[in-house]
């Protein structure tokens, strides 16, 4: 699917869709993200984050994966590297941006939240 940079731009251009994206780069070398913890972190309710993150799955920016009942999200491998590119300004100018929110796992250690 050819990205198109309008919804690209688009999606990155609320707050919440913005957050989410942050938060999976910064989680990327760690594995994906369960829907119920993104909605923890960020003090969202699940129904919320889970319409962000369906229109981000939509437009090729998020892929998913399901584990039995709970919808895990990542980064897509499959951006294109305008987009990347882009992105990875885009955490790096916005650390700010996960400094304010809750750390993820405090004090959980490795166990899921949705376990």
Excluded at 44 to 64: C, P
């Amino acid at each position: 699917m050819k990205m198109q940079t309008e919804h690209f731009f688009r999606c990155l251009a609320d707050p919440v869709r913005l957050n989410l994206v942050l938060l999976l780069m910064h989680n990327s070398n760690k594995g994906e993200l369960c829907s119920c913890e993104l909605a923890e972190v960020l003090n969202e309710k699940l129904s919320t984050v889970s319409r962000h993150l369906v229109l981000l799955r939509n437009k090729g920016i998020v892929k998913e994966n399901r584990h039995e009942l709970w919808l895990y999200y990542q980064m897509s491998d499959e951006l294109p590297s305008w987009a990347q590119d882009i992105l990875n300004s885009c955490y790096q100018g916005n650390q700010h941006r996960l400094l304010a929110l809750p750390a993820l796992f405090q004090g959980k250690g490795e166990q899921r939240l949705c376990s």
